[in-house]
T-cell receptor
Framework: DAGITQSPRHKVTETGTPVTLRCHQT?????MYWYRQDPGHGLRLIHY???????DKGEVSDGYSVSRSKTEDFLLTLESATSSQTSVYFC?????????????FGPGTRLTVT | AQKITQTQPGMFVQEKEAVTLDCTYD???????LFWYKQPSSGEMIFLIY??????QNATEGRYSLNFQKARKSANLVISASQLGDSAMYFC???????????????FGQGTELSVKP
């Protein structure tokens, strides 16, 4: 258990509204990630963070922004939700074991944009 | 560009038999890592096994082993003695990483759905 929680776990929202998803970790990991999962695409990276206030874009970052003001929290914001952003969103952290660093995932947030 | 290919959308295996899930990758980097994750119907992503590109031996974790063939750029997952609880979606992923780089991004394949028959 990597101590990752996501909130909310499920959300239904309307097109055009802003939405913020929260990822919280309890073990002071430096790297955090947001992925989305869609049928036929596997998981794709949206944004990631390599420290407080240090973030960068992934391959599907359009329409999303992130913030990390504390080590333990990584927020994903959909500035104006669209139906194409209906997806399952996973947060992840990178945790070390010897010389390797595996990524561990939170439980996911299912977002539906109507 | 990095790419992960899983060519088996779905597979069936008889309980107690072994099964191999295929994964091929493409990268121009010399240092990288390969991962397998399991996603049961409940939706969580469960880390199974990791193989570094410089590791000389194939990784093993209990009933899971990774058949790493660097020259062929393949990283197949072998599950021995399949159990009903192994029924799930399995994802192969790759991370470009320097040896001590904590923060490499993962590129995922599209997954293989494994069904274990009693």
């Amino acid at each position: 258990d990597a101590g990752i929680t996501q909130s909310p776990r499920h959300k239904v929202t309307e097109t055009g509204t802003p939405v913020t998803l929260r990822c919280h970790q309890t073990e002071n990991h430096r790297y955090m990630y947001w992925y989305r999962q869609d049928p036929g695409h596997g998981l794709r990276l949206i944004h990631y963070s390599y420290g407080v206030k240090d973030t960068d874009k992934g391959e599907v970052s359009d329409g999303y922004s992130v913030s990390r003001s504390k080590t333990e929290d990584f927020l994903l914001t959909l500035e104006s939700a669209t139906s194409s952003q209906t997806s399952v969103y996973f947060c992840a952290i990178s945790a070390g074991r010897g010389q390797t660093y595996e990524q561990y995932f939170g439980p996911g947030t299912r977002l539906t944009v109507t | 560009a990095q790419k992960i290919t899983q060519t088996q959308p779905g597979m069936f295996v008889q309980e107690k038999e072994a099964v191999t899930l295929d994964c091929t990758y493409d990268t121009s980097d010399q240092s990288y890592g390969l991962f397998w994750y399991k996603q049961p119907s409940s939706g969580e992503m469960i880390f199974l096994i990791y193989q570094g590109s410089y590791d000389e031996q194939n990784a093993t974790e209990g009933r899971y082993s990774l058949n790493f063939q660097k020259a062929r750029k393949s990283a197949n997952l072998v599950i021995s003695a399949s159990q009903l609880g192994d029924s799930a979606m399995y994802f192969c992923a790759m991370r470009e990483a320097l040896l001590y780089n904590q923060g490499g991004k993962l590129i995922f394949g599209q997954g293989t759905e494994l069904s274990v028959k009693p």
